[in-house]
């Protein structure tokens, strides 16, 4: 039960970063220096976040 939980979880969490990669544009940064990677990350991430809006505000 443990193990499969977390099977769940990670699913969810490579999803998030996959999604970055392939559609957000993170498989290879434009930028160099970590405060502009981690800026860009996050605007990355947070673009993620609204586009799952729709899904989660159905459920």
Do not use: C, D
């Amino acid at each position: 039960e443990g193990y499969a939980l977390s099977q769940k979880h990670r699913k969810k969490i490579e999803e998030a970063f996959g999604w970055a990669k392939t559609v957000g544009g993170m498989a290879q940064t434009m930028y160099r220096g970590v405060e502009r990677v981690r800026s860009r990350f996050i605007i990355t991430m947070a673009a993620n976040n609204l586009a799952r809006l729709p899904k989660l505000l159905a459920a």
